[in-house]
């Protein structure tokens, strides 16, 4: 393991974000929250690709300030980047704000995955590169600002090795899947030179090539991907020196998961190696924790006690393969390549796939040949993204425009905990994917039971919060974590319904 001596501790006026929001400049529309029509839901109204300003394969969308971010690569690792903004307040008809394809994109890998915080007064967005990572300024979608490129040795670039295949941000710190080449913990605090200051090997995290991976206060989930199977829960309580708290060697052929609540989802690929058009066997109820049922699957676990990873069951055959997870609303949205899928995740006996949409004669997906591996909710609209350069398909998810609030699903130290870190983050999920302009020191802050809220860094990302006080918290104190009622924001601009707190004690 390498792990140098502690860097100084960001002090006070350095990193200037507890007082700021992480939407601060050139604003969009937001994205249109609409009503439509039976016969549109589920079926395409428009489309992002190289005919409107977003070539090449499409990951995962978001939005930013208001506005729609896509970033465009070849599949496989292959780079060649692009970055579009667009304009859908009227998901019928996208705009695009601006395009960029130069020599600061073409570095750009498939985004698994975006990294939001602000610094000094800037919006900041976190992205993987070939071989390292890039960070950008995103203030102005009609002006991005690459700030930094840096790799990210022994890295080289790759598909399934050798590359940096998901980040998780709590800034100012970022975590980095480096599959083979273990875990990367950068150094954020001056975004023009990001630091490495430490790399953790495979051998350290259980055995398991860390890909898919989630920092939630002083929680980190870790999974392996395709062939290199795993899923592993660790202490970040010191945020330099992950611990192992219990791990699953062998999961299936999952791919890739998302982290939510108590549960963490994953999709799984061809387990049995089936000819095309060979049919699955019949689905099987789940053995143990360790063996799957042979399809390709929706998988869940819980992590209420991360110290005992519980394996809760299967969706039964989802579609084709193992792809990208999203989560609404206790909703999964799976892209399964050659369709996408959405599970429910509420019932107590079981996780039905509610509807797969694939291509057909109906046009639900226009193109049999592309690949479906991205499926985001954003409000009630569905963007099934294809990396195999097709772009992005927009498409109602019901005829009723988003009125459901977000709600805070899970927190990290839990509600009651003792004995924490004094070095402790505090992280939170939420159930809907948030307007990040919401987020701000008065939507979500901490402080001493009877005292002013500490100054601290806040981040963003699929539904994850983290906040990161900026002083070392104090001894045998106890702190409470408020979230009041009308400030956090989802994509539809509804707000959260009640205040939400939640206390934890420091070690004496």
């Known amino acids: 393991m390498t792990c140098p001596s502690r860097p100084t501790p960001v002090r006070s006026g350095t990193l200037l974000l507890a007082l700021a929001t992480l939407g601060v400049a050139a604003e969009g529309p937001g994205i249109g929250n609409l009503t439509y029509t039976p016969h549109e839901v589920l079926t395409v109204i428009s489309q992002i690709n190289e005919t409107n300003g977003a070539p090449s394969g499409h990951s995962l969308v978001a939005m930013h300030n208001g506005w729609l971010a896509v970033i465009g690569s070849k599949d496989g690792g292959k780079g060649d980047g692009h970055l579009s903004f667009f304009d859908v ?32 007064g800037r919006s900041l967005a976190v992205l993987q590169g070939m071989a390292g990572i890039q960070v950008w300024d995103w203030s102005d979608p009609r002006a991005p600002a690459l700030l930094s490129d840096t790799p990210l040795p022994p890295m080289k670039g790759g598909d399934y090795g050798q590359t940096p295949w998901w980040t998780s941000l709590q800034f100012p710190y970022l975590y980095v899947g ?40 002083n929680l980190l989930v870790a999974m392996a991907v395709e062939g290199n199977r795993g899923l592993v829960t660790l202490s970040i309580a010191d945020p330099l020196r992950p611990m192992v ?8 052929k999952a791919y890739a998961g998302m982290f939510n609540g108590t549960r963490f989802v994953m999709a799984s690929k061809n387990p049995l190696n089936l000819a095309k058009g060979e049919k699955p066997p019949e689905p099987q109820p789940a053995m143990t924790r360790d063996v799957l049922a042979p399809y390709n699957a929706v998988h869940v676990y819980d992590l209420t006690h991360p110290e005992q990873i519980v394996y809760l069951g299967n969706s039964g055959p989802a579609g084709g393969q193992g792809g990208y997870v999203a989560i609404q609303d206790g909703r999964a949205y799976v892209g399964m390549s050659t369709n996408f899928a959405l599970v429910d995740l509420t019932r107590p006996d079981g996780f039905p796939v509610l509807t797969q949409v694939k291509p057909g004669k109906t046009a639900a997906l226009p193109n049999p040949k592309a690949d479906y591996d991205f499926c985001t909710p954003l409000a009630n609209l569905i963007v099934s993204s294809s990396d195999h350069g097709d772009g992005s398909y927009l498409l109602p998810a019901g005829t009723d425009p988003d009125r459901t609030p977000p709600a805070i699903n899970r927190v990290i130290p839990a509600p009651g905990a003792t004995q924490q870190a004094r070095t402790s983050r505090v992280g939170l999920t939420v159930t809907d994917a948030l307007d990040n302009r919401s987020l701000t020191s008065a939507t979500v802050f901490l402080r001493p039971v009877g005292g002013a809220p500490v100054e601290a860094a806040l981040s963003y990302q699929t539904g994850i919060i983290n906040l990161s006080p900026v002083e070392a918290l104090a001894a045998g104190t106890t702190y409470e974590l408020v979230v009041p009622a009308g400030g956090l924001r989802d994509l539809g601009g509804n707000a959260v319904a009640t205040t939400f707190t939640s206390r934890f004690t420091t070690a004496p």
Not at 98 to 105: C, I, R, V
Not at 185 to 210: F, H, M, S, T, Y
Request: positive net charge; glycine residues 8%; hydrophobic residues 40%.
């Open 89 to 120: 307040s009227d998901p019928r008809k996208p705009v695009l704000v601006h395009h960029q394809y130069d020599a600061a994109t073409r570095n750009l890998r498939e985004a698994h995955t975006i990294g939001f915080t602000t610094w000094k």
């Open 245 to 252: 708290l219990d791990r699953i060697p062998q999961t299936g």
């Open 178 to 217: 480096g599959l083979d080449t273990g875990l990367h913990i950068v150094d954020l605090r001056d975004p023009a030179k990001p630091v490495v200051v430490a790399r953790i090997p495979p051998a350290e995290l259980g055995g398991i090539l860390p890909a898919t991976l989630f920092a939630v206060g």
